[in-house]
């Protein structure tokens, strides 16, 4: 199983930054991990522009999870079987999206499979990817029977 993790600008707070690659250096042992930063728009109707930057970065046959406020929130163990879920399915890619500052656009959204909200606060785009890669090895931890989850 492959999890592509797309999403708009860099992560540029270096904290974040170590917390970030810690979280996929540790996920990398369930899953191939790869990290797709698709740039950023300064201008001009951003989540057009950016939507389209997005959709030619989702393989056609991946099974995407769009990252949006408006999305189901689930536990740590809802995560799990969500995963286990995917497993079961024999999905071979995940693409997990997190938009710009101004959201996705339309197109991302009915291109999503899936949409996942990881909490009713509101997270920086950063601070947003360090905690779902968190969540995602946790998930797999829970799923193993690891300590790391207790």
């Given at each position: ?61 991946s ?31 995940i ?56």
């Amino acid at each position: 199983m492959k999890f592509r993790f797309i999403w708009v600008g860099k992560t540029r707070d270096q904290h974040y930054k170590a917390l970030q690659e810690d979280y996929l250096q540790r996920l990398s042992h369930f899953v191939n991990v790869e990290v797709v930063e698709v740039k950023d728009s300064k201008d001009g109707d951003r989540r057009t522009t950016e939507g389209k930057r997005i959709l030619e970065k989702i393989d056609q046959n991946s099974f995407v999870c769009l990252l949006d406020v408006e999305g189901k929130q689930k536990s740590s163990h809802g995560i799990a079987q969500m995963i286990e879920g995917w497993q079961r399915d024999g999905i071979r890619e995940i693409s997990f999206v997190i938009g710009g500052a101004d959201g996705v656009s339309i197109t991302v959204g009915e291109r999503a499979n899936t949409v996942l909200s990881l909490s009713f606060l509101t997270f920086t785009h950063e601070m947003a990817r360090v905690v779902l890669a968190e969540q995602l090895y946790r998930g797999f931890t829970i799923i193993k029977g690891f300590p790391y989850q207790k």
